[in-house]
């Protein structure tokens, strides 16, 4: 298996494709009972087979993700050949991130950009960033984070 199993009420969400996958693969009504009420190892190998093909298709689409934590802030952009990665980060360690609102701070705030290619496949890399603790944001809050560290850099050159 490539990522993990989908939970039951993940398979109960998607029950009509899980059906449709079943049928693309000669295993019918009848016969999915008959192996599911006997635990025959194959259902668990379908079932891994569905997974992931429902797991990469939600992560191809995933484009945004953060990661948030009292420190710092993590902003990541998954392109198809690169990930970008603004950071933010404060010497006060008054600050939490997790808690208050970015806007509001008036102390200087470290914030740095860095892009980097995958190291492997980018849906497994994006799969590895949800399972540390990552959200996925939209592109609103990233850009938010870009324009920051683009003012910032503005204001170092002058």
């Known amino acids: ?16 494709e899980f059906k449709h996958f079943l049928i693309t693969n000669n295993v ?8 599911n009420n006997k635990k025959d190892e194959k259902v668990n190998h379908l079932v ?3 997974s992931d093909i429902v797991l990469d298709k939600a992560l191809r689409n995933i484009k945004y993700l953060e990661h948030v934590t009292p420190q710092d802030i993590k902003s990541f ?8 990665l603004i950071g933010i980060a404060s010497k006060n360690q008054n600050i939490d991130f997790t808690k208050d609102v970015l806007s509001e701070f ?22 590895e960033l949800l399972q540390s603790g990552c959200s996925i944001i939209d592109e609103e809050r990233y850009s ?8 910032s850099t503005k204001q170092m050159k002058n």
Do not use: G, Q, S
């Not at 490539?2 to 109960?12: G, Q, S, V």
């Not at 019918?28 to 192996?35: I, K």
């Not at 998954?78 to 990930?83: F, G, I, S, Y």
């Open 1 to 16: 298996m490539k990522y993990r199993c989908l939970t039951n009420e993940e398979l109960k969400e998607l029950e009509e």
């Open 28 to 35: 019918y009504t009848e016969e999915w009972e008959e192996l």
């Open 48 to 50: 891994e087979m569905f």
């Open 77 to 84: 952009k998954c392109d198809e050949d690169k990930m970008t």
């Open 106 to 127: 008036k102390e200087e705030l470290d914030i740095f950009k860095t892009t980097k290619p995958y190291n492997k496949e980018r849906e497994m890399e994006v799969f």
């Open 144 to 151: 938010k984070l870009e324009l920051a560290h683009t003012y």
